[in-house]
């Protein structure tokens, strides 16, 4: 159970011109979310309607960026794009590379660098600029805006560079020809919260206004890189960052990128949610890095024309993904289990290491952990004199400031207000360990309690089409605009097993995923809950916070569990069952009274049977007429069949049948608790509707 606070958000009282444009919950979203006037709900809901803006809005840092990458053309010198190794970079290197080859002959006068994860350290390298010698000019991007040291070296060796970052600043400008990072705006700027891919992005669309007659693809075509790096890179999605995440997911969906396209197949998406993104291909395009530390071949995913060479890439992709799954649970539990011997209560913030633990790893690891527990997490992997790792933060902890007090004791340092990188020699980290918590105490005072806001109250019943479309129109969700956590109280979980995770080649994986029906008095619908074991999920009676899901490839709508508690009403689960059938007595009128659970049962089965046989897909309406049940009793019968390992593919208008194979044939005989409960809803159902038409006679 949680430990955390939920704060419901106060209910708000939507104008009645909002609500009749997108439907009473989406009107309070608004609202909640300070959208209060016409022209700012239509900006915010249709790209079309909102006014990007200039490129030229960084000022004159931008103007120098272009005259000096214009003198590059027009002098043949030799240009090299410096990516990172994360999403956000690898897609902004990708940006950069087709952009700009769209002046400069890739490979010819246009190369790339990007440091390997698990060997070097985010930003510019002296080890990396040697093997650039023969570039005249260097554009960075997501990185460099630190990089003093670097940049130094670069101006003794005669190389210009032009950054574009978004991270954190230096006190003082750094020497170079220009700089663009959206920190130099104001806070409210609508360009101040861009990621890495949206600001080099900008760069490409500055030079395709200053030469418009020599690029040959359209400006366009890059977006769907920059949706995918902004979703990942976790940015406020405010102002021009989310409508570049908006047109972005729009040609997204059209996937006319071949890797994207692939990658969008192997995680069974669709490309037109931005949790397509987060959820499918940011996981694997962070993972090659994660595992094998060379990024290089992700740009040549993104970017290749060449059908077969993106699906092997694309496959090495997948198989990076699961290592880093399996990895992932394995450290986190260990990460957990040293934390068992930590005093919570004077340690606000955590700091492990070990030699074991996989650095490319960490990152995802520290962000589990900092959520967990609502304070900042640094986990560090011990090579030789070294210790290498990431740190991530909860909101509210500037992670940043708190160790960039500490640089003389580092190796290496960069990042942002909630993510960072670093290294420091062995020997420092007792020190290091010891400054920080000791200012994280001066600066803060206390450990912030979690609070998790809930927008929305609502029952099971209102969990479906109507609800989905109406927060549809309110993506993409992020930083800024996180999608809705809905509460849902008095219900319980039934049906609950652990999901049969495998990786392409058929072999199991070691990470958890739970299923289950989650029922209260007005209906029942699927879930899923991520690293949670069937066990650990409550039999008693919860209140939960959840988020409402589509699951594109079952063309359904399912449930992805935020949190639980204890139910603050004093009603068993036995309950439940009893008001779910009151409160559904019209829908179980429909049943065949002559009828007994158990030829509900066998006749589905035989039913089955014939559908796999002959491939036919069937109408709810006649599958229940057939059966003589309602729908509740129909999904805990479809329900009970995957149990058997029958694959039950629904959408909303029909459902397809198909028998395990004919060598694991289970044992009908052996009835588990799942038949069990249909047939008990069954015969409850009949006994009820006799009790209650022999109460009107």
């Known amino acids: 159970m949680t430990s955390s606070t939920w704060q419901i958000l106060p209910e708000a009282d939507p104008a009645p011109w909002l609500i009749a444009k997108v439907g009473i919950h989406a009107a309070q979203l608004l609202s909640q979310r300070g959208l209060q006037t016409e022209s700012e709900v239509e900006a915010f809901l249709d790209p079309q309607t909102y006014i990007p803006t200039s490129a030229f809005a960084f000022g004159e840092e931008m103007v120098w960026a272009v005259r000096r990458i214009m003198e590059a053309r027009a002098q043949g010198e030799k240009v090299a794009i410096w990516g990172d190794f994360d999403a956000d970079g690898i897609t902004a290197t990708s940006v950069l590379w087709e952009g700009l080859g769209q002046f400069f002959s890739q490979h010819e006068y246009l190369v790339y660098y990007i440091p390997n994860r698990l060997t070097e350290s985010h930003g510019l390298s002296i ?45 003082h400008r750094p020497p170079v020809t220009a700089i663009i990072n959206p920190r130099n705006l104001v806070t409210d700027h609508p360009l101040y919260h861009l990621s890495g891919v949206a600001v080099a992005y900008k760069l490409i669309e500055a030079l395709y206004e200053s030469m418009p007659t020599i690029p040959s693809e359209p400006l366009e075509n890059l977006l769907d890189l920059v949706a995918i790096g902004l979703v990942a890179d976790l940015v ?25 396209q692939f990658l969008l197949d192997a995680c069974k998406k669709s490309g037109d949610r931005p949790t397509d993104i987060s959820f499918g291909i940011a996981p ?12 290089y071949k992700c740009v040549e995913m993104l970017t290749s024309q060449d059908p077969d060479r993106c699906q092997e890439l694309v496959n090495l992709a997948e198989e990076a993904n699961n290592q880093r799954k399996a990895l992932q649970k394995k450290i986190h539990t260990q990460v957990k289990d040293r934390i068992t011997t930590i005093d919570l209560s ?12 996989h650095a490319g790893i960490l990152g995802v690891v520290s962000g589990q952990i900092a959520q967990e527990y609502n304070r900042p997490v640094i986990l560090l992997n011990i090579d030789g004199d070294m210790a290498r790792g990431s740190a991530r933060s909860p909101q509210g902890v500037d992670l940043y400031s708190l160790i960039k007090g500490q640089e003389h004791i580092l190796s290496s340092f960069g990042g942002h207000p909630f993510a960072a990188g670093l290294s420091l020699p062995l020997k420092n980290l007792e020190l290091f360990k010891e400054s920080l918590i000791q200012r994280f105490w001066q600066q803060y005072g206390s450990i912030t309690p979690k609070v998790l806001n809930v927008d929305l109250v609502l029952p099971i019943s209102d969990l479906g089409q109507s609800l989905f479309r109406e927060l549809k129109l309110l993506e993409p969700y992020g930083m800024g605009n996180p999608a809705p956590k809905l509460l849902v109280k008095d219900c319980h979980f039934t ?28 209906g029942s619908i699927e879930g899923h809950w991520w690293d949670q074991s069937i066990d650990k999920i409550p039999d008693r009676l919860c209140d939960v916070v959840l988020e409402l899901v589509d699951n594109s490839y079952k063309e359904s709508y399912e449930v992805r569990i935020t949190d639980v508690k204890d139910s603050t009403t004093i009603e068993t689960s036995q309950d439940i069952e009893i008001n779910y059938f009151q409160n559904h007595h019209e829908a179980a009128e429909v049943i065949n009274p002559n009828l007994r659970g158990e030829e509900v049962w066998q006749n589905l089965v035989g039913i089955a049977k014939y559908l796999s046989r002959t491939n036919q897909a069937i109408s709810y309406s006649d599958l229940q007429q057939k059966l003589g049940i309602n729908m509740p009793i129909l999904q805990l019968g479809l329900a009970a069949l995957q149990i058997y390992d029958w694959q039950i593919t629904q959408n909303l208008d029909n459902i397809q049948i198909q028998m395990p194979s004919a060598n694991s044939l289970p044992d009908y005989e052996l009835i588990p608790s799942e038949v069990e409960d249909l047939i008990g809803y069954v015969n409850e159902s009949i006994f009820r509707q006799s009790y209650a038409n022999l109460k009107t006679c």
């Open 284 to 295: 694997r395009i962070n993972s090659i890095s994660r595992i094998w530390g060379d990024v």
């Open 346 to 357: 004077t340690s606000p913030i955590l700091i492990l290491e070990d030699e074991a633990w």
């Open 127 to 171: 080890a990396g600029i040697e093997t650039l010698k023969d570039c005249q000019l260097i554009i960075t991007c997501d990185t460099g805006s630190t990089s003093l040291k670097e940049i130094d070296y670069l101006r003794s060796q005669a190389v210009d560079i032009i950054i574009t970052d978004h991270h954190t600043l230096p006190d």
């Open 236 to 260: 406020q999605l405010k102002g021009d960052c989310r409508y570049l995440a908006q047109v972005g997911i729009a040609q997204l969906k059209k996937k006319k990128r071949l890797g994207v």
């Open 495 to 522: 049906h609950k097993r652990n999901a049969n995770i495998k990786s392409r080649k058929g072999q199991k994986l070691q990470f958890l995923k739970s299923e289950f029906t989650l029922v209260d008095q007005t």
